[in-house]
């Protein structure tokens, strides 16, 4: 059974640090590219943040770039979301997701997790 188990998430004040999990079960994320998506209150999800297989490449919405830093242990089976100089706009509930790249595009598959809510306050 394909399991995705986000973590991290906490209370942060503005200008503050955090480091999200998501540990995978059930399938091998070595196979897959990863992504971190975001959903605040009242507004779409949206993908924050992804890595191909082997980590050589990464993409970023534009709101996080050189914020946000993504990456993966395929050995632990583990992605990470490292998330500095937190805003008030972060807060939201972040989750993550397994997908394929194909050079260009990601497509992702519709497996989501618990997720786990991440608030900064101003």
């Known amino acids: 059974q394909v399991q995705l188990v986000e973590s991290g998430g906490a209370l942060v004040q503005a200008g503050g640090s955090l480091r999200l999990s998501c540990a995978a079960s059930?399938?091998?994320?070595?196979?897959?590219?990863m992504g971190w998506y975001r959903q605040a209150p009242g507004k779409q999800r949206e993908l924050v943040a992804a890595?191909?297989?082997?980590?050589?490449?990464?993409k970023y919405t534009d709101s996080v770039k050189g914020r946000f830093t993504i990456s993966r242990d395929n050995a632990k089976n583990t992605v990470y979301l490292q998330m500095n100089s937190l805003k008030p706009d972060d807060t939201a509930v972040y989750y993550c997701?397994?997908?394929?790249?194909?050079?260009?595009?990601?497509?992702?598959?519709?497996?989501w997790g618990p997720g786990t809510q991440v608030t900064v306050s101003s």
């Open positions: 890595i191909t297989i082997g980590g050589g490449s990464t």
């Open positions: 059930g399938f091998a994320i070595s196979a897959y590219a």
């Open positions: 997701n397994g997908g394929t790249y194909n050079g260009v595009n990601y497509a992702w598959y519709d497996y």
